[in-house]
């Protein structure tokens, strides 16, 4: 690893899991320790096994390309190379920690890895740098990580209290911060109806401009009080934690994490080969809402009604693999708890042709 076909540097360029744009120890800024076993960090890729199942078809021939679109900790991309020996996997992360860690844990698969800092959107930029016009299976497992989540300095958790940050990409400038302090009413309005899905989104908005001209809002503890004092109180008592929703619109915001999807998911599609498979983890709705209508426009018959025989060129490309959304089993539930609100969504590339 370390260089691209053209002979410029991308994400790790060392065994060590150095970037070139980040300096620190990999692993102990999150809380995580890092060993030559770097698998033992207590995350547990959420249903693994079906994800597995569901790739194995596609990945079956003699040089397989599968793309990791969200590294992460690289669970599911160390099971992918160790039941496919001739795999070559191309991991796409916006943390950096991600890359540094994922680093260390395939090290024993580094011949077989590309390993990229960047956003899932900049896929098709992603597989033309690494000389990979198509490839044979994507895997998207959305949503935030667990370092994320578990760190409290990131700022994604109403459960810590930790500066408003919220970035996965540290590199960015926008942070969660910058949006309740700077965005105005009819903004945070609608990032809060339409990412957090949050009905007294008008509430919420009114009380954080009302708060933030007295000192802005710096601290998750601050912002998750300013929440719940403008839901009200009946609806407090049910549905868990009320800041939820805001910290779900905020970091959706802060990363762009639906047209992330939204450019990205139909990128993976179009570089599949034929009987190349796509699968989507998603975490919430509106991912799991993108997902299936994305999948969906693939594998429908767009001939007009009414003709006696469908067109070839209006014939489906795609074919689902899942009825539904899949959910996790009571075994994965019991294994890892935070599967709960994981919708699977999968499918297979049946047609290739000229307008491909």
């Known amino acids: 690893m370390g260089t691209w076909p053209d002979g410029t540097g991308w994400g790790p360029s060392r065994t060590d899991g150095s970037t070139g744009r980040v300096n620190r120890e990999p692993g102990r800024e999150r809380g995580l320790e890092m060993d030559d076993d770097a698998g033992k960090s207590g995350h547990v890729p959420v249903m693994l096994e079906r994800v597995l199942e569901l790739l194995a078809p596609a990945l079956a021939g003699d040089a397989p390309v599968v793309v990791d679109a969200n590294l992460g900790l690289g669970g599911h991309s160390e099971a992918l190379l160790a039941a496919h020996p001739a795999l070559h996997l191309i991991g796409i992360d916006r943390d950096p920690f991600a890359i540094e860690f994922s680093t260390r844990r395939l090290a024993p698969y580094a011949e077989r890895t590309t390993l990229v800092h960047a956003s899932s959107d900049e896929l098709e930029e992603v597989l033309a740098r690494a000389g990979r016009e198509t490839i044979d299976g994507a895997?998207?497992?959305?949503?935030?990580?667990?370092?994320?989540?578990?760190?409290?300095?990131?700022?994604?958790?109403?459960?810590?209290?930790?500066?408003l940050d919220m970035r996965m990409d540290t590199d960015q400038e926008l942070t969660a911060e910058v949006v309740v302090n700077t965005y105005?009413?009819?903004?945070?309005?609608?990032?809060?109806?339409?990412?957090?899905?949050?009905?007294?989104?008008?509430?919420?908005?009114?009380?954080?401009?009302?708060?933030?001209?007295?000192?802005?809002?710096?601290?998750?503890?601050?912002?998750?009080?300013?929440?719940?004092?403008?839901?009200?109180?009946?609806?407090?008592?049910?549905?868990?934690?009320?800041?939820?929703?805001?910290?779900?619109?905020?970091?959706?915001?802060?990363?762009?994490?639906?047209?992330?999807?939204?450019?990205?998911?139909?990128?993976?599609?179009?570089?599949?080969?034929?009987?190349?498979?796509?699968?989507?983890?998603?975490?919430?709705?509106?991912?799991?809402?993108?997902?299936?209508?994305?999948?969906?426009?693939?594998?429908?018959?767009?001939?007009?009604?009414?003709?006696?025989v469908p067109l070839p060129a209006h014939q489906p490309r795609?074919?689902?693999?899942?009825?539904?959304?899949?959910?996790?089993?009571?075994?994965?539930?019991?294994?890892?708890?935070?599967?709960a609100s994981a919708r699977m969504r999968a499918a297979e590339r049946i047609r290739v042709d000229d307008q491909d």
């Open 184 to 308: 105005s009413a009819a903004q945070l309005v609608r990032i809060l109806r339409d990412y957090g899905e949050e009905r007294f989104a008008p509430r919420v908005a009114s009380l954080i401009i009302k708060e933030r001209a007295k000192d802005p809002i710096t601290s998750t503890k601050r912002l998750a009080d300013i929440v719940r004092q403008a839901i009200p109180a009946a609806t407090r008592r049910t549905g868990g934690n009320p800041a939820k929703r805001t910290f779900q619109a905020l970091r959706i915001e802060v990363n762009a994490e639906l047209s992330a999807l939204e450019a990205a998911l139909p990128a993976a599609l179009d570089a599949l080969a034929l009987g190349g498979r796509a699968v989507v983890l998603s975490y919430h709705s509106l991912e799991d809402r993108l997902t299936k209508q994305i999948l969906t426009a693939r594998t429908k018959d767009t001939s007009p009604p009414g003709l006696p």
């Open 318 to 339: 795609f074919r689902l693999l899942t009825r539904g959304a899949e959910l996790p089993s009571e075994e994965e539930l019991a294994r890892n708890p935070r599967a």
């Open 139 to 163: 895997l998207f497992d959305l949503g935030v990580s667990s370092p994320q989540l578990d760190e409290g300095e990131r700022g994604f958790a109403y459960s810590y209290d930790a500066p």
